[in-house]
T-cell receptor, first 112, second 110 residues
Framework: NAGVTQTPKFQVLKTGQSMTLQCAQD?????MYWYRQDPGMGLRLIYYSASEGTTDKGEVPNGYNVSRLNKREFSLRLESAAPSQTSVYFCATQRTRAETQYFGPGTRLLVL | KQEVTQIPAALSVPEGENLVLNCSFT??????LQWFRQDPGKGLTSLLL?????REQTSGRLNASLDKSSGRSTLYIAASQPGDSATYLC?????????FGAGTRLTVKP
């Protein structure tokens, strides 16, 4: 039972390159989330998926796209990376809104 | 727009002290409030979750309170230990949106 896994753990990109961050969960949770964490700013929601086949924008969606491939997997894509997207990205899952969210270990992204 | 503030940003205490971390929020129409712990380079671990109808939750040496009317929550840590050193984040849920504070970085000195 791995919980929430994220790949890669660390990535360096050049400005303009694209990449996809992967998140997978084995907790059978309906909802999945992508956050970014920047120094001194806490976590900010990028996109979320309340159930398989649905996605919605969060607080900071610009420059990102997501895909809820199936119940287990939720990916985050940067089509043309910018230095402002340098951050730590966390995926989280949740069974119901009344319960806690479970977080993955994070992906550290550096855009040069 | 919900705004969540945590004070202080950093706190250093000697081992054994009782301490209080503060969280304030601007919109009192919350669904629940959570306290998380984050160790350096790691993800978040949930410590306590308080539903909007509750006033407090306890887990071991941790006690979290919620006062919706004043937009405040406190996390009380009793008899602090060096292993409690971490960043503590408060998060408030409104509808489908969870907003985080910037966290309080706690250092407990042996």
């Amino acid at each position: 039972n791995a919980g929430v896994t994220q790949t890669p753990k660390f990535q360096v990109l050049k400005t303009g390159q694209s990449m996809t961050l992967q998140c997978a969960q084995d907790m059978n949770h309906n909802s999945m989330y992508w956050y970014r964490q920047d120094p001194g700013m806490g976590l900010r929601l990028i996109y979320y998926s309340a159930s398989e086949g649905t996605t919605d924008k969060g607080e900071v969606p610009n420059g990102y796209n997501v895909s809820r491939l199936n119940k287990r997997e939720f990916s985050l894509r940067l089509e043309s990376a910018a230095p402002s997207q340098t951050s730590v990205y966390f995926c989280a899952t949740q069974r119901t809104r009344a319960e806690t969210q479970y977080f993955g270990p994070g992906t550290r992204l550096l855009v040069l | 727009k919900q705004e969540v503030t945590q004070i202080p940003a950093a706190l250093s205490v000697p081992e054994g002290e009782n301490l209080v971390l503060n969280c304030s929020f601007t919109d009192s129409a919350i669904y629940n409030l959570q306290w998380f712990r984050q160790d350096p380079g790691k993800g978040l671990t949930s410590l306590l979750l308080i539903q909007s109808s509750q006033r407090e939750q306890t887990s071991g040496r941790l006690n979290a309170s919620l006062d919706k009317s004043s937009g405040r929550s406190t996390l009380y840590i009793a008899a602090s230990q060096p292993g409690d050193s971490a960043t503590y984040l408060c998060a408030v849920t409104n509808n489908n949106d969870m907003r985080f504070g910037a966290g309080t970085r706690l250092t407990v000195k042996p």
